[in-house]
Structure formats: structure tokens, C-alpha cells
């Protein structure tokens, strides 16, 4: 079974500077997706950036970037200049690509220092 | 477009009591997913439906049922409310696999339901 693991429970980072949220996943697929969903206050789940496994190059959206390592299932999310609208709880989460059922991590929630 | 609508927004029941919780989407997205999201375990998947008329369990069915009568309209039904049912509730749709950039799951806003 697939499972998405993210080691940080919670963390800060200082407004302007650089954050690095971790996620690693397990499963024996080839081909699936990955993604980081964004949760702030208002609670809703906003996509952040995905990724396709077959693809090597790291996605980038904005001020997030990816750093993917397929052969070590790790996924991790980097967050550039922070902003105090990027603090939220920060999910990683997986989709198997054949079948739509996506599988969230436990979540980072992140703190925006001013 | 509203995207994914959620209705109420919070609810308090008593142990026993019964609800339904209504998701609507106007987006035309043949998948649609009811979620609980409890501290520090994410989100997890209830029931989810790959189109009308279809459903299927997903991690934690029990002690919900679920219908998709209409495309646009997924119901979580609590029959018998139970205190481990408090929980904050999202749903959730997307496109089916042959419409191609359906890995994106576009979420509601959130049910927060509280079970005493």
C-alpha cells in the first residue's frame, strides 16, 4: 500500500528567506503524481504545484519549487521569499496514476516570522 | 463558477442523531470524494463516486453512507452520529481519467461537525 510520510510537524520561517518542507512516499508504481496542497486558516485546500513522476525536471510554480528524487521517493517542497500569506498547513500527496484516489501525508504546518 | 460548494458549514449533533451533508460542484467533473481531516493524520478518504449513480468506500466508509443521484451532487449521510465522527469534512471533484488532467482534485470549503 502506498503510503505519504512528512517528518515535520510543524515550521518556521523567517518573512523574505527560504523554507524547505520534506515529504518521502512509498509505493511500487512507476508512473503517479505528487503533489503539495496548501491549507491555510479558512481551511479550504488550495493546489500548490504537482509533479509527474515520468518527468524529470522539477516543477516550479511562482515562488515554490520542487526537488524531486524519484529512486529515493522523496518529494520536497520549497518555498522562496516567504510571505505571511504562505503560512498554512502544507500537505504532500500522492495519486497513483490509473486511478484517481489521491493519499494526503499528515501535514507541516508552517509559521511566517515577521 | 462557485467550484466545490459545501453545505452547512458547521453542525453540532448529539450521539445518535442522524444528517447529510451536501457537496455541489459546477464544474462537470465526473469524481467526486468526501475526505475527514482529523489532527496530524491529514485527510482521508470516506467514499468517493466516479460518476452518477456510482459509489465506492474509500479508507474510513464506516458509519457513512453515501449518494451521487446527480452529476453535480455528492451526499455524505451520517445515520447514527457517533463522538468519533467529529471531524472536519471536505469534498472534493475532479475530471475522470479519459478527460486528461484529472489528477487535480478542486476542494470545498469544509464542514466542521461536532458530535457530543
Known amino acids: 500500500a502506498q503510503t505519504v510520510t512528512q517528518s515535520q510537524p510543524e515550521m518556521s520561517v523567517q518573512e523574505a528567506e527560504t523554507v524547505t518542507l520534506s515529504c518521502t512516499y512509498d509505493?511500487?508504481?512507476?508512473?503517479?503524481?505528487l503533489f503539495w496542497y496548501k491549507q491555510p486558516p479558512s481551511r479550504q485546500m488550495i493546489l500548490v504545484i504537482r509533479?509527474?513522476?515520468?518527468?524529470?525536471q522539477n516543477a516550479t510554480e511562482n515562488r515554490f519549487s520542487v526537488n524531486f528524487q524519484k529512486a529515493a521517493k522523496s518529494f520536497s517542497l520549497k518555498i522562496s521569499d516567504s510571505q505571511l500569506g504562505d503560512a498554512a498547513m502544507y500537505f504532500c500527496?500522492?495519486?497513483?496514476?490509473?486511478?484517481?484516489?489521491?493519499?494526503f501525508g499528515p501535514g507541516t504546518s508552517l509559521s511566517v516570522i515577521p | 463558477n462557485a467550484g466545490v460548494t459545501q453545505t452547512p458549514k458547521f453542525r453540532v449533533l448529539k450521539t445518535g442523531q442522524s444528517m447529510t451533508l451536501l457537496c455541489a460542484q459546477d464544474?462537470?467533473?465526473?469524481?467526486m470524494y468526501w475526505y475527514r481531516q482529523d489532527p496530524g493524520m491529514g485527510l482521508r478518504l470516506i467514499h468517493y463516486?466516479?460518476?452518477?449513480?456510482?459509489?465506492a468506500k474509500g479508507e474510513v466508509p464506516d458509519g457513512y453512507n453515501v449518494s451521487r443521484l446527480k452529476k453535480q451532487n455528492f451526499l455524505l449521510g451520517l445515520e447514527s452520529a457517533a463522538p468519533s465522527q467529529t471531524s472536519v469534512y471536505f469534498c472534493?471533484?475532479?475530471?475522470?481519467?479519459?478527460?486528461?488532467?484529472?489528477?487535480?482534485?478542486?476542494f470545498g470549503p469544509g464542514t466542521r461537525l461536532l458530535v457530543l
Open positions: 472534493a471533484s475532479s475530471y475522470s481519467i479519459q478527460r486528461g488532467g484529472q489528477e487535480t482534485q478542486y
Open positions: 509505493t511500487s508504481e512507476s508512473d503517479y503524481y
Open positions: 509533479q509527474e513522476a515520468y518527468k524529470q
Open positions: 500527496a500522492y495519486r497513483k496514476t490509473s486511478y484517481d484516489k489521491v493519499i
Open positions: 464544474m462537470n467533473h465526473e469524481y
Open positions: 463516486s466516479v460518476g452518477e449513480g456510482t459509489t
